[in-house]
């Protein structure tokens, strides 16, 4: 804020001749155009520092919209996995022997990114294997020590009817949806009639994330969903 000389007021008081009065007079217009000038110096500032701060924004889209706070996590994310879902489903399998894949999913930090996965034996005993989605190592697994016995048979039956990999129905995805995976798990209908993969897409251009329920029997898309969150 601009502050106004009272140079003015202190000279009136010291000097009372006319010449005096008109020089305080000049000398208070060229403080107060002085002052005009500064605020609109001002008003320039902010205004240039406020579109600067627009333009470094990070949550800019290329679009010229914003990303929400789930975009900009997976824009953050996504490109930091070195290792696909598919060599990371690879390297949790192999960890358990005789296992089958259940699911996958990207998770962790841009600088920690790693895969959760779970597989499981033909008799749907369930192991997570945690994997590096830089280095694909995997780490140590560990079996389900909560899983029930219903949950087991009922995983166990999925393993069963599910003659479609999760591999092929990653394909039938992306084959749909150009972009990354970033999920993929077996499940069931609402109606559990039908086992199916349950894929997430996850599409560069606009970070938005499509899911795909692919019958787990015939490749068959059954449903379609874009988040936007």
Known sequence: MVTKTNASARRSRLAASRGATLLCAAAAAGALLTGC????????AKTDASEAGRAASPSASADGGTLTDDQSERKALVPKAKVGYEDALKSAVAAV???????????????APHWDAEVATDDGSAHSVRVD???????????????????????ADWLKKATVTPQQAAETATGKKKGTV???ELDDSDKGRTVLWSVDVVT??????????????????LREHVDKD
């Open 204 to 221: 560069p251009e606009d970070w938005n994330k499509t899911t795909f329920d692919v019958d787990a029997t015939n490749r068959k898309i």
């Open 97 to 111: 022997d005789k296992s089958k894949p259940v699911s996958i999913e990207l998770k962790g930090t841009p600088d």
């Open 133 to 155: 989605a830089v280095t694909g190592k995997a780490d140590k697994p560990k079996a389900d020590a909560d899983q029930e016995a219903d949950d087991k048979q009922e995983l």
């Open 37 to 44: 000038g500064s605020d609109n110096d001002s008003d320039t």
């Open 182 to 184: 970033t999920s993929v």
